[in-house]
């Protein structure tokens, strides 16, 4: 299970003021312009940069996140929004289920997006934003969002490039794949 091996990120907590949502090219498009934006407003084909330290292996299912470093994908980026699902309502169930619900959905995702067990994709992780007990309680999020972590940073969307591109050789790497930095 990628759970042991996967870095749980933290999940969105209860977010009273945050930065404001990313600017996008209409209200349900592509961001258009860097800069950090309220987790509340990330969307499936988001890309992030992880140099601030948001997917260490340090951070814990309770760890609350309110605002991500967000750019346009055609810019250097070295993460993606690749999933999302919501939890069914009821009861918080814990930060070990919601993680363990996470980790199933997105590691089946991960799957579906490359064509590999996440054990067999070397080059490529995964983590995901799960809701925090207080965001649960509070704003009612159960939003789980899967995060692709490509290892170093790539212009235009890798994800999209999973889903286009035909698989070129035993990684299932598309052209423009992670191994070959971003040109900036």
Not at 9 to 35: E, K, M, N, Y
Request: charged share 25%; with cysteine; net charge negative.
């Amino acid at each position: 299970m990628a759970a042991a091996v996967c870095c749980v990120l933290a999940g969105c907590g209860l977010v009273t003021a945050g930065p404001p949502d990313a600017s996008r090219d209409h209200p349900h498009g592509a961001i258009t312009a860097a800069g950090d934006t309220d987790v509340y407003s990330l969307r499936v084909g988001d890309c992030l940069l992880s140099d601030s330290g948001d997917f260490d292996s340090t951070a814990t299912a309770s760890t609350a996140v309110d605002s991500v470093p967000v750019t346009p994908c055609s810019d250097p980026h070295d993460a993606e929004i690749y999933a999302e699902t919501m939890l069914p309502a009821g009861e918080y169930p814990g930060d070990d289920a919601v993680g363990e619900q996470a980790d199933d959905f997105c590691d089946a995702q991960f799957t579906a997006l490359t064509g590999l067990d996440y054990e067999d994709a070397p080059s490529l992780d995964f983590s995901e934003y799960t809701p925090t007990e207080d965001g649960w309680n509070g704003d009612g999020d159960r939003l789980v969002q899967c995060v692709l972590l490509l290892p170093q940073k790539v212009d235009g969307s890798y994800v999209d490039r999973l889903r286009r591109t035909p698989v070129t050789d035993d990684a299932r790497r598309p052209a423009g794949d992670p191994t070959s930095p971003a040109t900036a």
